[in-house]
Nanobody, 124 residues
Framework: QVQLVESGGGLVQAGGSLRLSCAAS????????VGWFRQAPGKEREFVAA????????HYADSVTGRFSISRDNAKHTVYLQMNSLKPEDTAVYYC?????????????????WGQGTQVTVSS
């Protein structure tokens, strides 16, 4: 069982950068795969990025490849999402999610635990 808390969202102009954090509490943090998802009003939740908590393997959605970077800090039990070259289309509530497994998961039903979300708004 794990609890997740996202932070770092806010308002940024197009072309700017933002760094989101997902802080985890609970036991065996290193044994959870972690993913980032986002959901805009009226749209389905979509996959953004994922990382193996142990091993460092990563995967990105095509829409963010080359602009976003997911990373981890095991000492702080935190996963980050560095977002660069932001576009208005990136505006959404961003959620982190975790599941007790080592391999990367890219679909929402594959995750058991979710954070409360953090709003990212990119102005044009």
């Amino acid at each position: 069982q794990v609890q997740l808390v996202e932070s770092g969202g806010g308002l940024v102009q197009a072309g700017g950068s933002l760094r989101l954090s997902c802080a985890a509490s609970g036991r065996s943090f290193s044994r959870y795969a972690v993913g980032w998802f986002r959901q805009a009003p009226g749209k389905e939740r979509e996959f953004v990025a994922a990382i193996n908590w142990s091993g460092g393997s990563v995967h990105y959605a095509d829409s963010v490849t080359g602009r976003f970077s997911i990373s981890r800090d095991n000492a702080k039990h935190t996963v980050y999402l560095q977002m660069n070259s932001l576009k208005p289309e990136d505006t959404a509530v961003y959620y982190c999610a975790a599941v007790y497994r080592y391999t990367i998961v890219v679909v929402s039903p594959g995750y058991d635990y979710w954070g409360q979300g953090t709003q990212v708004t990119v102005s044009s």
